[in-house]
């Protein structure tokens, strides 16, 4: 059974994914040219926070030693569900989502992240991306709810040391030539497991006629 509030919001939780360089996990949905971030609905008698672990693991296979926790919104932040996306008998008592967001730091290893943890994946690609993601590739009435908890949560964002990065990419500079690719070898490229590779997400995003993938309550996406 659905769960919903006296004004027809079903309540959920966001996850925002970060990596060592503040890179954001960013997932294309199973099936279609929208990408996202997991999100996924709270059951009855769990906390956001226990929901939020367990939509971490059915959706992009990590436990919660793989993360730590960096903030989470104040307030629930809501959207509503256009009425072609909501299934005919749930009309008049389903609105929308409301979502509390939580900002996660990878702790572990890329290859820890798995699409395919349950039955039923969410996502069929993956990729690191700049904070800021684009919202012209999220369906359009999530757009709102992902520009409030970017603004929000942007102030948590773990400070990163530019100085040890330079000194670094000093080190790299001076290596590149001992490096094979500096004298022509062919390199490789081997994706964490879980991941597929789709060499420019956007191509199709913009007028791609695709709707969002349906999911178990009538066509709503999560």
Not at 130 to 158: C, H, I, N, S
Request: cysteine-free; proline content about 8%.
């Amino acid at each position: 059974m659905i769960m919903l509030d006296r004004d027809g919001f079903r309540p959920n939780v966001g996850i925002i994914l970060l990596n060592q360089r503040n890179e954001v996990f960013w997932g294309k949905r199973i099936r279609t040219h929208s990408w996202q971030f997991p999100q996924g609905g709270i059951d009855r008698g769990e906390s956001p926070e226990q929901a939020m672990f367990r939509e971490l693991h059915e959706e992009v296979g990590l436990y919660p030693e793989h993360v730590r926790i960096v903030a989470r919104t104040r307030d629930w932040l809501r959207y509503e569900v256009p009425d072609r996306f909501i299934r005919r008998d749930a009309r008049g008592h389903y609105k929308g989502q409301k979502q509390i967001w939580y900002l996660l730091q990878l702790v572990g290893h890329d290859w820890d992240l798995n699409l395919r943890a349950t039955d039923h994946p969410e996502f069929d690609a993956w990729r690191w991306h700049d904070y800021w993601v684009p919202l012209d590739v999220v369906v359009e009435f999530k757009r709102g709810v992902y520009e409030m908890a970017l603004t929000e949560l942007a102030r948590y964002l773990p400070r990163q040391d530019f100085r040890n990065r330079f000194l670094r990419s000093n080190v790299r500079a001076r290596e590149f030539e001992r490096h094979p690719l500096a004298h022509g070898q062919e390199a490789h490229f081997e994706l964490p497991p879980g991941a597929s590779f789709d060499p420019d997400p956007n191509a199709h995003s913009a007028n791609d006629p695709t709707p969002p993938a349906p999911d178990a309550f009538g066509g709503v996406p999560r």
